[in-house]
């Protein structure tokens, strides 16, 4: 067994070995882990920051878009719900029937509206291929080129998501 007189004197002897230029060699790389971690620490704390900020936005619009399913299977219903409207409304009598179903149409234009749903208005407007969906172009003297002539199907957007493009006849200008 060492005696603690023993290990005095080796702990002495290692650093009366130590030149002062190795002491200073040696603080001076302790001082550079020492910035080495504290940049590590930094960069972790910035990085856990903004991974609470992604998850948050994330869960935000997942929130924000939850029905968008929903409403995207709701969307071709309406459809098909106006064009019997107006194949029922065109034989120009205000039956009952009409009426109630002109009262559904409303209240199904309603719901969407409170959910975020907006219409995506197209005619007369400069196609937008973010927005529109042209199935074709065609000639006219009085709409300039690249503006939306006719709308054939609607267009809706979840607040700033675009759900379905509106399917549009784009005028090419003047023959």
Do not use: C, W
């Amino acid at each position: 067994m060492t005696s603690d007189t023993e290990n005095t004197t080796t702990t002495e002897e290692n650093e009366q070995a130590q030149t002062p230029e190795s002491g200073d060699t040696a603080l001076a790389s302790l001082q550079a882990d020492l910035d080495k971690f504290r940049d590590l620490a930094l960069r972790s704390q910035a990085d856990l920051d903004n991974f609470r900020k992604r998850a948050i936005r994330e869960k935000e619009d997942a929130i924000r878009f939850a029905n968008a399913g929903l409403l995207e299977k709701l969307i071709p219903i309406l459809d098909n719900f106006e064009l019997g409207l107006n194949a029922a409304s065109g034989e120009g009598t205000e039956s009952p029937v009409v009426v109630g179903m002109k009262m559904v149409a409303r209240q199904i234009q309603d719901f969407l509206a409170d959910a975020g749903v907006e219409v995506v208005d197209a005619v007369g407007k400069p196609f937008d291929p973010n927005l529109h969906d042209a199935i074709g172009q065609e000639a006219s003297d009085t709409v300039a080129e690249g503006i939306v002539i006719r709308q054939m199907r609607k267009g809706y957007k979840l607040r700033d998501r675009l759900l379905r493009p509106s399917s549009v006849m784009v005028s090419k200008g003047a023959e």
